[in-house]
Nanobody, 121 residues
Framework: QVQLVESGGGLVQPGGSLRLSCAAS????????MGWYRQAPGKQRDLVAT???????DYADSVKGRFTISRDNTKNTLSLQMNSLKPEDTAVYYC???????????????WGQGTQVTVSS
């Protein structure tokens, strides 16, 4: 079993910054792609940013130039640096990892429990 635990959410004023972190633990052989998603009230869960094991990144147009995703493969951690935050960034942010478990032949998608980010004055 693998667990993803997010941290770093909170309340921030428009224009401010937050850094989200996600730590994976459990019977991990390897983590392939990782990503951040967000879900605002009454809306679907949307992709924010993804990063491959090799470090290739992709961002939603709405966050390009403001958010930076990074990972540490040695520690099985994922981060999201969020700058110039806007009220429309308010959402629950979820970490996702494509995990190859010890003893398994194919990877599985694992989600964290989510962390609230609120951007408001």
């Amino acid at each position: 079993q693998v667990q993803l635990v997010e941290s770093g959410g909170g309340l921030v004023q428009p224009g401010g910054s937050l850094r989200l972190s996600c730590a994976a633990s459990g019977s991990i052989f390897r983590i392939n792609a990782m990503g951040w998603y967000r879900q605002a009230p009454g809306k679907q869960r949307d992709l924010v940013a993804t990063i491959s094991r090799g470090g290739s990144t992709d961002y939603a147009d709405s966050v390009k130039g403001r958010f930076t995703i990074s990972r540490d493969n040695t520690k099985n951690t994922l981060s999201l640096q969020m700058n110039s935050l806007k009220p429309e960034d308010t959402a629950v942010y979820y970490c996702k990892a494509d995990v190859l478990f010890v003893g398994r032949l194919s990877e599985s998608a694992v989600w964290g429990q989510g962390t609230q980010v609120t951007v408001s004055s």
